[in-house]
Every structure is written in C-alpha cells, then in structure tokens.
C-alpha cells in the first residue's frame, strides 16, 4: 500500500553546525504542503537531505511507499519516485528539452513513445511547446523557467515533487502562472513539498496543510486558520504563542512586512 512521504526525528548537521533538529513531517498523496519560516530555519536544508545532496551528516529516518531514502543514491531515490525543482534551474546549452525528458522518461521506465504522448500533451497543457527545441531552460524568463520545471514534473510524474522556493525571483503575475500550474500537478498519485519563497504565493494558492518551521524543526502545522495568524503577526505570533525566542541577530518581521511585494527570505 502506497504511504507517501514519512519523515522522523531527522536532524541533519553541515560543518559541525546543526541545521535541522528532530523534524517530523508525512505527506500523503494528493496533498499539497507549504512549509515556510524565517531565512536559516532549514527548509532548503531539508530538500538537499531528503535528494541525497553530500556533505549532511544526517539522523533519523525519511521514507517513501515505506522505502528507505538515506539508503539509497541520490539517481536510486529519483527512481523511486522523488524528484526536486530547483530554486535556479540551471541552463544545460546543446540539450534540447525535448530530448531530456524522453531520456530521462526512459530512465524511470517509461516506454520512449508514451514518453512523446506524455510530452506533447503535457506541454499543450502548461503552454510550453515553444520550448521542446531550445536549449534546456535557454533564453527562458525566471517564470518560463518555474513553468518548465512544472511541466518536467508533470511529464516524469513522481510521486514527490519538492518545490523548492518555486516563487523565488518573480514578479506578482508570474507567481500566479506559477500557482496555477503548481495546481494544476494536483494528483491523487502525487503529494507536494512546497517551499515559499514569498508568502504572498497563498493569496493564489492554498495547501493543503501549511508547517512552520523555526531553527530546525517544524514548530506549528495547520490550514487556512494558521494562514489567518500568519497574515496578522506574521512569524511573531507563532513565537510568541509557542515561547520560542529569536537567534541574536534575527530581525523582528512585522506582520506587514508578511505579505509585502518586497522579497524576504522565508
């Protein structure tokens, strides 16, 4: 029986500093997560744990369809099903998207000529058959390319998508394509890792379940209810309504700065 993503007491520490501490975390197909915190709080720590990025010296456990990741390489995990969209996708020149997807289609099994059905429908469908013959992610705008990314998923179908700050770098109307598309991957065979780069991202988008993370770990997990606290005193209520005080350093965010245009790292 399919199980989805389960995380447990994962703690994760780089150069001796600890980064991610005791986090636990499942999500279900068919779910959309959005995890968000204040910057250094871990979230892109945990997509580069979860993917098998080097350099972590990792504890606990994170399993999917009840599968040891940490067991696994990082082309074994991808495999398996999990797969990550890049914050800054990277420009590949000579490698026609096209030809990338059907090559990595073929990598995850898929016969070459469902993996075409699946490319010409699936770019149809995210308005990027303009982009099938250029160069991967060439000449493409910050949106083009977070829209390229949701079409890759859409035409690889994993089964975990971690969206890492799919938002990050684009102005008001490309965070809502993005949205949009991120909706459109909805699937009952699918669950979703959202990171946020700008909460503004849930004034056209709503997940499922909403976790907030804080040094590490994930502090407060609700709907739309902690949307609601967020939006009026921003990380300060959940700080002031769990105890948990601030690193020294850490600038006070403000409840307006929560939803502003201007980007801060969340």
Known sequence: MSTGLRIEALSAAVAGKQILE????????????AI????????????????????????????LDDVDLFSLSVDERSRLGLLQSFQYPTVVPGVRLREFLIEASEERGVDPEEAEKRI?????????TKFLDRSLNNDLSGGEKKRS??????????????????????DIDA????????EEMRSPDLGVVMITHYSRILRYLMPDRIHVMIDGRIVASGGAELAEELDSGGYESVRDRLGIQRAAGEPVRK???????TPFDV
């Not at 998923?153 to 684009?170: C, F, N, Q, W, Y």
């Not at 965070?175 to 991120?182: C, D």
């Not at 409840?255 to 245009?261: P, S």
Request: charged letters at 25%; a negative charge; aromatic letters at 6%.
């Open 22 to 33: 005791d986090l636990d975390l499942e999500i279900p197909y068919g779910e959309i997560h």
């Open 36 to 63: 968000m915190g204040p910057n250094g709080s871990g979230k892109s720590t945990l997509c580069h744990v979860l993917t098998g990025k080097s350099g972590y010296d990792v504890a606990g456990s994170a399993t």
């Open 120 to 128: 010409e429908t699936e770019a149809e469908r995210f308005d990027t």
């Open 149 to 170: 990314e949701i079409f890759q998923m859409a035409v690889l179908r994993p089964k975990v998508a971690l969206l890492d700050e799919i938002d990050s770098g684009l």
């Open 175 to 182: 965070v809502r394509q993005v949205s949009e598309a991120v």
């Open 255 to 261: 409840a307006a700065d929560f939803f502003t245009d």
